[in-house]
């Protein structure tokens, strides 16, 4: 097991593990919430609220549920204030992970969007699949 202790979550990665309770994202969510401290930000929590109030998301999870998800979520979260605004990522709606990770002092990010995944390491925060965390936990 590594020292990770502090991780950052894209919101696919959330929205799988959400849905897909033992999937990949799913087993590694816990994990970090079993070993660690996720951390969160206000625009990464507006995000994961729209993606998931999208009509497509509507035959896995109800309203109902998507709030008790977002509010056990929030409970279970670190909230940081990011502190810097960064532009390195080629997809700029991206970067608000990159600042929740720098801003936390997080260890790792991890997502399966390409345009993180490219960076890593950034700052010295790995950047990881769900399947390369999982791997080495």
Partial sequence: MNDFKYFVFDTNVLVSALIFENSKPGLAFRLALESGQVFLSV?????????????????????????VFLEAFIDRTVIIDTVEQILDCRDPQDNKFLELAVSGKADCIVSGDDDLLILNPFRGIEILSPDEFLKRF
Avoid: G, M
Avoid at 44 to 66: C, H
């Fill in 43 to 67: 625009p990464v929590l507006e995000e994961l609220n729209d993606v998931l109030s999208r009509e497509k998301f509507q035959r896995y999870i109800l309203s109902d549920d998507r709030e």
